[in-house]
């Protein structure tokens, strides 16, 4: 089994800021790509920011220069440091892991339970 567990949601002020964390755990054998993507009410799920194995970095517009995206490979770990947020930014908050259980099996995508976000005007 793997688990991807999210932390660090909340209600914050428009200004203000969060650091949500994610842990994968389980039988993992390696970990490709990690990120974040939000869900708002009558949304469709959309990205946030994902970060590979080596580092490199990639954020949807409305979130640059707002938003860093951190991992530390060692603990299975991704962070989102989330700045400046805005009342636009409220939504559900998921977690996702590229991953392979297994040196011969294929990596697939899981997925955490979602923290919610709430940033009040």
């Known amino acids: 089994q793997v688990q991807l567990v999210e932390s660090g949601g909340g209600l914050v002020q428009a200004g203000g800021s969060l650091r949500l964390s994610c842990t994968a755990s389980?039988?993992?054998?390696?970990?490709?790509?990690m990120g974040w993507y939000r869900q708002a009410p009558g949304k469709q799920r959309e990205l946030v920011a994902d970060?590979?194995?080596?580092?490199?970095?990639n954020y949807a517009d409305l979130v640059k220069g707002r938003f860093t995206i951190s991992r530390d490979n060692a603990k299975n770990t991704v962070f989102l440091q989330m700045n400046s947020l805005k009342p636009e930014d409220t939504a559900v908050y998921y977690c996702?892991?590229?991953?392979?259980?297994?040196?011969?099996?294929?990596?697939?995508?899981?997925w955490g339970q979602g923290t919610q976000v709430t940033v009040s005007s």
């Open positions: 996702n892991a590229d991953l392979r259980r297994t040196s011969w099996g294929y990596a697939r995508e899981y």
């Open positions: 389980g039988s993992i054998f390696s970990i490709n790509g």
């Open positions: 970060i590979t194995s080596g580092g490199s970095t």
